[in-house]
């Protein structure tokens, strides 16, 4: 596959979403445990702990039993996983490739990180989402402390889309690095979505060579008649994606967004992300903040329509990383996805402009500073990309 193929819409797929880590770790690891071939797992967040000691578990019992095992780590994202660790995984005869491993000599393009979180079984059963293998996503010896996080598990003909993007990178990782490929010369063709049922299409990007995930986003708000919900943990969007919710907002679609509170792994992100609050309030926009933990999770509902993977559709995510979202218009999925947001509401406190004008002198302070670092970097990798 060539960085900037576009992958097609296709029918009669099955998907079922998973709701936080000890719901979507007992489907994987319970896969793993039946799998019969071949078992690939890509991630960016690898770090030691219970959560990656049962993984290795699994793995490795898969690996010693004849099954191909591939895992294809981010170089930064692993940097918590220990030796002993790697270790476990190379006795048991798991095939280990690291994405861009840190040099002095990269400088910027160190910032280049693959972002993807995605585990296929057997070309028959597959996994999307944001979870990482850290004890944050899912500690089996603490199992109500957790990260909120989803994951859908995936059956059908997609599968073989997901394979392809999966053992194109198993390759390029090792000949080729993603700033080393032309930028294109046009937008990526979005295929229009056909008719049919269990509808899903595999959604990624390659940094700056290759955004068909931003673009086919942008087409779906632009076309949004009904509701526009949308959940990131990191609320730094690109221009083009705040206008677009904003005149949504104002043509009468129901814009809501929900965003992490001070429960975040980031504040100085969240800080940032807020200087955008008071116009898109003015609009119309309806913002919540999740409440009971942090909010990991990456999911957009547009009428039918709903991606779910590991982009953020921010401005540094689609800057550096590879990323992958399952694309689907499916009934049973959209519901699912209808309930898990409208539970998450419920358990959010909703931001107003009284509230926003109400906030403390130091919120204030660290929103404006946060906010003037974030444009001013962005303004810096402009000039220099």
């Not at 889309?161 to 080393?180: A, G, N, T, Y």
């Not at 979505?193 to 087409?219: C, F, K, N, T």
């Not at 903040?289 to 942090?294: A, D, G, M, R, V």
Request: glycine letters at 8%; one cysteine or more.
């Amino acid at each position: 596959m060539l960085t900037g193929a576009v992958f097609p819409w296709r029918s009669d797929n099955g998907f079922r979403l998973l709701i936080d880590g000890p719901e979507f770790f007992g489907a994987m690891l319970a896969a793993i445990e039946e799998a019969e071939r071949r078992v690939d797992l890509e991630l960016y967040l690898v770090e030691d702990g219970h959560c990656l000691d049962r993984m290795i578990q699994s793995l490795g019992a898969a690996a010693l039993r004849g099954v191909r095992v591939r895992c294809l780590f981010d170089a930064f994202g692993c940097l918590k996983m220990g030796q002993a660790s790697r270790e476990r995984l190379a006795v048991a005869g798991v095939e280990l490739r690291l994405y861009n491993p840190l040099s002095l000599r990269l400088k910027f393009r160190n910032l280049h990180r693959d972002h993807r979180k995605i585990l296929l079984i057997d070309g028959c059963k597959g996994y999307v989402g944001g979870a990482g293998l850290t004890d944050e996503f899912w500690n089996p010896q603490k199992p109500d402390e957790h990260w909120h996080e989803v994951m859908v598990e995936m059956t059908g003909p997609l599968l073989q889309d997901w394979q392809e993007l999966f053992d194109s990178q198993w390759v390029h990782c090792l000949k080729r690095r993603i700033w080393q490929l032309p930028l294109p010369q046009k937008a990526p063709q979005i295929p229009v979505r056909p008719e049919g049922a269990g509808l899903g299409r595999v959604a990624y990007s390659a940094a700056r060579q290759h955004r068909d995930i931003l673009h086919s986003l942008l087409r779906n708000l632009l076309y949004a008649e009904k509701r526009i919900w949308l959940a990131t943990p990191y609320f730094l969007p690109t221009g083009k994606v705040r206008r677009a919710l904003i005149r949504a907002a104002r043509r009468g679609v129901e814009v809501r967004l929900l965003l992490t509170s001070r429960n975040t792994d980031h504040p100085p992100v969240r800080y940032a992300g807020q200087r955008f609050y008071p116009r898109l309030l003015r609009a119309g926009v309806r913002i919540h903040e999740y409440q009971p933990h942090f909010s990991h999770l990456k999911m957009v509902l547009v009428d039918d329509w709903v991606s779910i993977g590991s982009c953020n559709f921010d401005h540094w995510n689609l800057r550096w990383n590879l990323e992958a979202n399952l694309e689907a218009i499916d009934g049973p999925l959209t519901a699912q996805v209808v309930r898990s947001f409208e539970r998450d509401f419920s358990e959010s406190m909703e931001i107003d402009l009284t509230k926003w004008y109400g906030r403390p002198l130091h919120l204030r302070l660290y929103q404006r500073m946060w906010g003037w670092l974030d444009r001013l970097l962005v303004n810096i990798f402009n000039r220099s990309g």
